[in-house]
């Protein structure tokens, strides 16, 4: 079988920061890196040296139905709350520094956890879920993706069709185009975006090697996506793979990746090794943060 990252500039991460249970959704706001601890149920900020610090501390919420907290894709609302999805008990929570409260309930149009999430300049959130119980062996089915209005209705684009195994998703500088990686398609698919919000024209941006998992989109048309176990590799339209970080899968599983830092040039990248043993995760702690500096810049892309 051919090699896929043969034509491919090998980038080499460093590693920045580590002790966290499987490390997600990474996000760029506010001059710093952010992102999604979940097993450790709270939304980390690092500082420029790789010094931790909780935000948001999920450890304590009494779960609506029973289910752990796991914080996953998060984004801010334009009065600066900060909204995350709770993966299993299937809500959007808002976070105004001091109090949680339920931003939208999605219990009756999620088939399943609920995952990641990318919020528009005006409020409006796009979730992907899952569509089945991947952690309760349950066989992958499609499912639509979400989204949330500013004041928190919610809906289903069952028009769309269904994802296979949605995962990241992300919007363009110019709010024209979201898309998001099918996790169990092993592709990423691209969608077209009007000015009121509304997606329509379906259509495959790339096909991937591995299953993809968290994207973030550069100036020059890329989308930058993590393959747990494999690299995270810099796609173009059409398929072909322009830059990659090779990660060893003994070390470290890459499922998510942002790009940040002063001019949004630097590669951050997620990394675990537990991620469906949960209590294994937080015994082991191998969560790490990776960077490394790349030729294209992340702009106004969200995330």
Known sequence: MADPFADARVLAA???SS???WAECPRWHD???WFSDMYAHRIVRLDDDGTPHTVLDLSQRTSING????????GWL????LIVTSMHERLVLAFDGEQVTVHADLREL???PINDMVVDGDGRAYVTQLGFELFQGEEPRDSPLLVVEPAGTAHALTDLGGMSGANGIAITADGSRVLTAEAFANRITVLDRDKSGRLDGRRVFAETPSLPDGICLDDDGGVWTGMPG???ARFVEGGAITDVVPFDATEALPPACVLGGADRRTLYICAGLDVMDWAESRRNRRGTIWQVPVQTSGGANRP
């Open 14 to 16: 460093k590693q920045l």
């Open 19 to 21: 002790g966290y249970t």
């Open 31 to 33: 001059g710093a890196l």
């Open 67 to 74: 289910t752990e907290v796991i914080p996953g894709g998060f």
């Open 78 to 81: 334009p009065d600066g709350r």
């Open 110 to 112: 999620a088939s399943g």
């Open 230 to 232: 494999v690299a995270v």
